[in-house]
């Protein structure tokens, strides 16, 4: 079963379109559509974020980046069945 994390929609520049707020409404609306269940996320605010995904485990560590500096970390580990495969 495909299981998903969804991880940015920022609003970059308060002088465009959210297009941010678009993309994570997409992303949700896509994988509604398909049965695919999110088990986690962080999307919105105006932070930029890096994500590192270990598909192994199924961890990721999220770090939030403002002016190239990260400010704050989250961790958000995942239980992973043997055998089977986490995407994200």
């Not at 970059?12 to 269940?37: T, Y």
């Not at 961890?59 to 400010?71: C, E, P, R, Y």
């Amino acid at each position: 079963m495909l299981r998903a994390k969804v991880f940015g929609g920022a609003k970059m520049s308060a002088n465009l379109v959210d297009i941010g707020r678009s993309n994570a409404r997409f992303a949700h609306e896509f994988l509604a559509c398909e049965g695919i269940p999110v088990l986690s996320e962080s999307t919105g605010g105006t932070s930029a974020r890096r994500v590192v995904f270990r598909p192994a485990t199924g961890q990721v560590k999220m770090l939030f980046v403002i002016d190239d500096q990260v400010v704050i970390q989250e961790q958000r580990p995942v239980q992973v069945q043997p055998g089977g495969v986490d995407l994200f």
